[in-house]
């Protein structure tokens, strides 16, 4: 009787399994790194802005990831809605530009500001949430679902606080 030959061993399994244990903890390490970025008025409107949103719908959909701009950030802000569809892109000139910017400018300069938070919802759709600020407080905020149609854009406002 032979004796049966024993398989080579492989380390295939343990790498793979190496691989996405690291993937894991790299993805956990970036999403913590932005999260902390945020300035603490981006924090507040954030949480304020998410305990509206549960407010108006505390059955969901739930809100899977999102971006926050500020007043100052208007050209990410418009570039990331026309990204999404929900508006037209539009050439503006640099006087345009430079009047926009020095608006925003002064509204923070001024000690307030306008924070705008764009979420993707579990059903793929988005909502806005729009945190207005005065001196670090969130003085009002108004969530609204967007919706898109075949011609335009136009969002379904439901105002909050």
Known sequence: MTEPTEQPRTWLPLIIAGSIGGLVIVGAIVTHLVRTDLSPEKELAATTCEAAYEDLFPEGPGIIGGDIYSATEWQP?????????????EELSGEEIDARDHEAAQLVDSGKDVMTVVWQRDDQSHATCVAELDDGAVTSTTVTELVTSDTSASPSASPSS
């Open 77 to 89: 802000l418009e570039d990331t809605m026309v990204r999404l569809g929900y508006a037209e892109d």
